[in-house]
């Protein structure tokens, strides 16, 4: 078995995206951010993909990226839950990426495409609902027509509204393909709607007579879009174990400070049964979130790691963030404690590539046992 306990070069490429968090996105910041009419931040985006290089960490160094694999993508998405940092980094680096990485990367358009997203000089978008789980039916919102535009509306598109570029899944005369679009181009409209998590948008797509090139046919684009939508699941497991590490230390450093009739809160006995209970959740949420990476990486057992992973660390994000306000008391029902953008992010993602409810049903036949 591969180790899953974090090398040293995981430990570094924490250590700089969190300091880059700290510094840029602290809460009272975030939580000013989301009453704008730009709750991105795409100046601290720009950080993060380009000077710190993490948007290209799964692409290969001969397309212009750092040929990491899916353990370092998810020690970032580990600290994008941990700060719920506005910006696109699961659209653009996880989904789009990996879309486009399952097809013929030899292809012009394919190559060209990559390199900026690695840049970080392009923000990318997959154009399937956020909702959208492993292993589902290939989309038939889009069609393409033979000249090769497309038309057709697609909900929910996870970071759409600030996307430059999208990758949209189309069936055409020939099948089913997965086209690339400039989301600038006549025909693309692009309205983001009322999203629960407000630090993570999204937008509907629509495609009028849109001009677009084709990158996958019909004997690779369902095989790419469902690779995307696995590795973006197995990562985001690793965002939802972010989400609850930070639930358990705030609530722990909170309920240190916090005195109720001359003794920390703390020392209560029935709170420190419950903060226990977080703790094994925990410890539990890290390790399906660590062997879902690393079958990622490894390319063994994967179908099984991310729905075991996304089965277990949903309703533990959930629990944690739902603990942190309660256990916060009158504070942590305030707009003002960032307490509910974390319950938000645990909510949508626990909706986001498939329910647990929906893994755990693809698990089952997976392990023989009755669904």
Known sequence: MSDLLYSEVEEDLRASVRDLFKDRAEPAALITRTETAEPYDLNLWRTLAADLGAAGLAVPEALGGHGASAREVAVVMEELGRSVAPVPYLGSAVLA??????????????????????????????????????GAEFPSAVTAAADGTLTGRVRSVVDASVAELLVVPAVGPDGPGLYTVDAASAGVTVTEAISLDLTRR?????????AAKRVADASTAASALDTALVTAAGLLASEQLGIAEWALTETVRYLKERYQFARQVGSFQSLKHRLANLYTDLVNAR??????????ASGDDIAIAVAVAQARNSPIAVHAAEEAIQLHGGIGMTWEHPAHLYLKRAKSDEIALGTPGRHRAALAPLIDLPA
Do not use: F, M, W
Request: glycine share 6%; aromatic share 2%; proline share 4%.
């Open 97 to 134: 990426t990996s879309a486009l990485l399952a097809t013929d990367t030899a292809q012009a358009e394919v190559a060209e495409r990559l390199g900026k997203l690695a840049a970080g000089t392009l923000i990318g978008a997959l154009a399937v609902p956020l909702s959208t789980a492993p």
């Open 202 to 210: 999204i937008a509907d797509v629509t495609l009028e007579n849109a």
């Open 287 to 296: 390790a399906t979130a660590r062997y879902a990476a690393d079958c990622l």
